[in-house]
């Protein structure tokens, strides 16, 4: 039989299959994962940047893959709920924080996003490459609308995403890839069309250090949107 699935590039995520949902492709990508025993999580730089003059208080994480950020929150006084589709991560993520001491101040919760979100509003909603080749544009343009509910008024929306490829990648990224590259301005439209007032406080592309799988280095953009809702 002739394989008609996308070629994956090196480094990247692999295609969906016909009949995966997002917990399947996505339990079966952490799963694929390998850990090594002296794995620490560890938060995402550019979030520690943005939230580090933030008063803590409660802090929703969407899509927290292996908890560096959500750990890391926990540690600077947030208390955190962390979400994602993936029961296998979120057990990886759980491990990890008991070990970090901070254990009890995040609760992990099972979510497919496109369905259900936790209940409540926080003062501070991260979404970190929040990236998924199983989510259309339709399904994600929800995501991060239903997701703009959840920012208390007075609260921070803060939005990391890819919206380049590394620069060591050689070969052409397939569509499923280059579909998942969104620019803020299209989040912010996304966003701007649920209730509340938002004002940008931070809306940059910043570009940063690379290493592919065999270790090449490089660079790549990723673009940073840190919003408030006013009320
Ligand atoms: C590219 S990873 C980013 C993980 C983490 N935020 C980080 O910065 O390392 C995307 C994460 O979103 C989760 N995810 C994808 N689709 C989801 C959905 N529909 N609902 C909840 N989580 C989802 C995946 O399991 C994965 O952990």
């Known amino acids: 039989m002739t394989d008609t699935s996308p070629k994956r590039p090196r480094g990247t995520m692999p295609a969906p299959a016909p009949t995966d949902t997002a917990k399947t492709y996505w339990d079966g990508f952490h799963q694929s994962v390998r850990t090594p025993a002296d794995w620490v999580a560890r938060p995402n730089p550019l979030l520690v940047d943005e939230v580090s003059g933030l008063q803590a208080g409660t802090a929703l994480d969407l899509g927290c893959g292996a908890g560096g950020d959500a750990i890391w929150l926990a540690q600077n006084g947030w208390r955190v709920t962390a979400v994602d589709v993936s029961a296998a991560v ?24 496109t369905r259900s979100l936790p209940a409540g509003t926080f003062g501070l909603v991260t979404a970190q490459y929040l990236h998924s080749p199983i989510a259309g544009a339709a399904e994600r343009e929800a995501v991060f609308a239903s ?16 919206v380049g490829f590394p620069t060591w990648l050689s070969e052409q990224p397939p569509d499923y890839l280059t579909d998942q590259l969104v620019p803020n301005s299209v989040i912010l439209d996304w966003v701007r069309a649920t209730p509340g007032t938002w004002t940008v406080d931070v809306d940059k592309v910043v570009t940063r250090d690379s290493t592919g799988p065999a270790g090449e280095t490089g660079t790549a953009d990723d673009a940073v949107l840190r919003i408030r809702r006013l009320h």
């Open 147 to 162: 997701a703009a509910t959840t920012v208390a008024p007075g609260g921070t929306f803060l939005v990391i995403s890819h």
């Open 90 to 113: 979120l057990a990886k993520a759980a491990t990890a924080a008991a070990r970090a001491g901070v254990g009890d101040r995040i609760d992990w919760q099972e979510h497919d996003l």
